[in-house]
């Protein structure tokens, strides 16, 4: 093994060892932020002023695209081929541009609220 190899497998090695890590960490961020909505809900609060620490749960609402409907919907080919799947953010760009309405493409689509944890350094 040359010692552009060694370098490079030796990169690799870290890489991999991040990802392992990265993937234990969204477990884990996954399990707290599980327990923190379960608290809150006990204390039937959307915000707690801890002693070192405050929690909001901002509830946002996200669209999922039914592909079918939008398909049938949007009057261009060229624009489907461009989504070729459902990406909110490039819909939310092309409804922006103009490009097509939102009253075209309002059954399209279901609004699924999603609870979003924040958790502040006081």
Same mark, same amino acid.
């Given at each position: 093994?040359?010692?552009?190899?060694?370098?490079?497998?030796?990169?690799?090695?870290?890489?991999?060892?991040?990802?392992?890590?990265?993937?234990?960490?969204?477990?884990?961020?996954?399990?707290? #932020?599980?327990?923190?909505? @379960?608290?809150?809900?006990?204390?039937?609060?959307?915000? /707690? *002023? $801890?002693?070192?620490?405050?929690? +909001?749960?901002?509830?946002?609402? #996200?669209?999922?695209?039914? @592909?079918?409907?939008?398909?049938?919907?949007?009057?261009? /080919? *060229? $624009?489907?081929?461009?989504?070729? +799947?459902?990406?909110?953010?490039?819909?939310?760009?092309?409804?922006?541009?103009?490009?097509?309405?939102?009253?075209?493409?309002?059954?399209?689509?279901?609004?699924?609220?999603?609870?979003?944890?924040?958790?502040?350094?006081?």
């Amino acid at each position: 093994m040359n010692v552009e190899d060694k370098r490079l497998d030796g990169i690799a090695e870290r890489f991999f060892e991040i990802k392992v890590l990265q993937k234990e960490l969204d477990q884990e961020l996954s399990e707290l #932020r599980q327990q923190i909505l @379960e608290g809150c809900k006990e204390q039937d609060s959307n915000r /707690l *002023e $801890l002693e070192n620490y405050e929690i +909001k749960l901002i509830v946002q609402q #996200r669209r999922e695209y039914d @592909e079918n409907r939008l398909y049938e919907t949007l009057p261009d /080919l *060229e $624009l489907w081929r461009m989504l070729s +799947k459902p990406d909110n953010s490039k819909i939310s760009s092309l409804i922006k541009l103009k490009i097509i309405s939102e009253e075209k493409i309002k059954d399209t689509y279901a609004v699924k609220n999603v609870t979003v944890v924040q958790v502040d350094k006081k």
